[in-house]
């Protein structure tokens, strides 16, 4: 998975920025690190937004990446708990979907 990381002051985040939005001059370059991570919060959604209805209910989980400082939002193939290994099972209409290990 690609992460973006400011050369400057190590600000890391999943999402392109052309600046650094934390020291406002550092340019963000990306790097690519393992998708394995360890779920760090979590939330079941029962009802979910129109194009989603069809998959409800489902999890949504904060995953602290093991290689990168940075957390990602991801959906979960099943139910988990807070410290679960997790790893990217692939990419769903641009969104991930992850699976315990
Ligand atoms: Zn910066």
Redesign the pocket.
């Known amino acids: 998975m690609n992460i973006f990381k400011?050369?400057?002051?190590?600000?890391t985040t999943v999402s392109m920025k052309y600046t650094?939005p934390?020291?406002?001059?550092?340019k963000l370059e990306a790097e690519e690190v393992s998708s394995n991570g360890t779920v760090f919060s979590f939330t079941d959604i029962h009802i979910a937004p129109a194009e989603f209805a069809d998959i409800a209910p489902y999890t949504i989980a904060l995953i602290q990446l093991d290689e990168a400082d940075v957390k990602v939002t991801v959906r979960m193939d099943g139910p988990v708990q807070i410290g679960d290994k997790v790893q990217l099972e692939k990419i769903v209409d641009g969104a991930y979907l992850y699976t315990s290990i």
Not at 22 to 26: E, L, N, P, S, Y
């Open positions: 400011c050369k400057l002051c190590d600000y650094c934390t020291c406002r001059t550092g």
